[in-house]
């Protein structure tokens, strides 16, 4: 899942493909009369880009949910861009699923310390939220002010960590 798409990147890979071509195929499962991309939306953006007739496809008619499932995560979680708020929605929505968080930490290959932290993203100050999708603040410094109970407080916090003035330094 992700909360924006970066159309340069879209632009940048569909060269790659134009140049080398699809590398990888994506994978699909049959959704009715049509299917559904499982892994590769951006491949699929960027041949889209291309206008390119076909596409390469594995199709997985496993009907196996939690390894589809699983392999979304992982497909989403080994994007180097990807920003810790989008890293929350990606367990947010295996959490909807399967209503487990240890099962969504497994499938991740993520301890379940870190699936925790990342989902208290999402219910923390908007304002903090913002700031770290942008990467104006480190995932540590939004975890940090999100504690901060007072409103006040916590977005003068955020103004000092916005300026670079405010770090989150770990104990020795």
């Not at 009369?33 to 997985?60: K, N, Q």
């Not at 929505?93 to 208290?120: C, G, I, N, P, T």
């Not at 908007?126 to 109970?149: C, D, P």
């Amino acid at each position: 899942m992700r909360a924006e798409i970066d159309v340069q990147a879209i632009h940048e890979l569909a060269v790659s493909i134009k140049e080398v071509g699809l590398i990888e195929p994506i994978v699909v499962r049959p959704d009715g009369e049509t299917f559904e991309v499982v892994v590769g939306h951006r491949r699929l953006m960027a041949c889209r880009m291309l206008e390119l007739a076909d596409v390469a496809c594995l199709v997985d008619e496993s009907g196996d949910a939690e390894g589809l499932t699983a392999k979304r995560l992982h497909e989403n979680l080994i994007r180097v861009d990807m920003t810790p708020v989008e890293e929350a929605l990606v367990y947010a929505e295996a959490f909807e699923k399967y209503q487990d968080l240890e099962k969504v930490a497994r499938m991740a290959h993520r301890s379940l310390a870190v699936v925790e932290r990342r989902l208290m993203l999402l219910s923390g100050d908007a304002g903090v939220r913002e700031a770290l999708h942008q990467g104006t603040i480190s995932a540590g410094v939004a975890e940090e002010l999100n504690k901060v109970q007072d409103k006040p407080t916590r977005d003068f916090l955020l103004r000092l960590a916005l300026k670079n003035i405010l770090r989150r330094r770990r104990a020795i």
